[in-house]
């Protein structure tokens, strides 16, 4: 007997031709709806609400089953639900998807009302924050008065980190994960070569493909070059060594490939089928454009004047955002506790390392 959540999206339309949302960059969109997912049950209080940021491709799916499926396809199911970390008899959860993905919120994916087509590369460049002032919305029209801490990982990080400096009064703790208060140097040029490999691709025609097929190769190398990323040497070395896909087969046979290059097309592939590649090129951006101390003053200032109890917590291993990026957040933070998990997945060690992650989680939330 399967006794997972049975959970379902719904979708709140937030902002209307009456009522606009004006973003970061100074655009407007007339229209913006959001797909979201609860768990648990609003306290009379209306405090005990943990909001679930998540990472690029990731949807607002993050635990549960939804009707008519057979096993859990939520993205942080081991991390959500009846005693678990985030505990739904304790916490109501909610995990929204954010602004300018595909997975249910506007994005360039969505229909533009002024063209009847969808939005493409005419769709203004959303930031970091623009997608922290929808969430907020969304959580007021939910009715709650504060949230008893914002989680997330990756690019889920950044906004938890958003949300302690836009809205302080409105959150009491925080728990940023795997993340950077500024992106480097680094995590741009990763993003950028994702991002040239699908604008190269002939087949993404200037963003308008749609009705022609999206840029296949292009998504699926962008995919790849940031697998590399979200993975570690040591774990590559260890699973895949220089094993070939067919040990016994011919070594000089150019479709005899190496393992960790089927395993890496094979990642590239299964995004291909769940994504959109426009949206990709947005939501990099974004990652890029993010500086908590934009137009606020100084890094270490900015942080410092972020009150609320935090739990930083980094990856030894992840060579994404490294682990003396957690450390720096940690210690400019006024009232904050940092804790490492030891992996050899990398960046994705906080979607696996569930034992570690547990650990920290619980112990801050008691």
């Not at 109501?92 to 087509?117: A, E, K, M, W």
């Not at 479709?255 to 890496?264: D, G, H, K």
């Amino acid at each position: 007997m399967n006794d997972a959540m049975i959970v379902e999206t719904r979708y709140q339309d937030l902002y209307t031709p009456d009522d606009p949302f004006t973003m970061e960059s100074g655009a407007t969109l007339p229209n913006v709806t959001v797909a979201y997912e609860t768990y648990g049950t609003l306290d009379a209080s209306g405090t005990n609400a943990v909001l679930v940021c998540h990472a690029l491709t990731g949807s607002a799916h993050a635990a549960g089953l939804h009707p008519g499926e057979s096993t859990p396809g939520g993205w942080w199911d081991s991390f959500i639900g009846p005693g678990k970390p985030l505990d739904t008899e304790r916490f109501f959860v909610i995990c929204s998807n954010f602004l300018g993905s595909c997975y249910g919120t506007t994005g360039p994916l969505s229909i533009d009302p002024s063209t009847g087509r969808p939005y493409g590369m005419t769709f203004p460049q959303m930031t970091v924050r623009d997608m922290v002032t929808v969430q907020k919305r969304l959580i007021d029209q939910l009715g709650v008065r504060q949230l008893r801490t914002v989680i997330g990982g990756s690019l889920g990080g950044m906004q938890v980190l958003e949300w302690g400096v836009m809205f302080p009064d409105s959150v009491a703790s925080l728990i940023p994960i795997a993340t950077s208060a500024q992106h480097s140097a680094w995590s741009v040029g990763l993003n950028d070569i994702g991002r040239q490999a699908i604008m190269n691709d002939p087949d993404w025609r200037g963003g308008e493909y749609h009705g022609h097929g999206q840029p296949r190769r292009g998504l699926s190398l962008a995919r790849q070059v940031a697998m590399m990323s979200y993975r570690s040497e040591r774990e590559f070395a260890g699973r895949f060594g220089r094993a070939k896909r067919q040990e016994n087969g011919d070594r000089f046979d150019p479709e005899n490939i190496f393992q960790v290059e089927s395993y890496l097309r094979h990642q590239g592939k299964k995004l291909v089928d769940r994504f959109d590649a426009n949206t990709y090129l947005y939501i990099t951006r974004a990652m890029d454009l993010h500086d908590v101390a934009y137009g606020r003053g100084a890094l270490p200032d900015v942080l410092a004047s972020v009150r609320h109890p935090a739990l930083c917590i980094g990856i030894d291993s992840d060579i994404l955002y490294p682990a003396h990026e957690q450390r720096s957040i940690a210690e400019a933070l006024l009232s904050a506790e940092y804790r490492e998990i030891a992996s050899p997945y990398g960046h994705d060690a906080f979607l696996i390392e569930f034992e570690q992650m547990a650990s920290f989680v619980r112990e801050f939330l008691r």
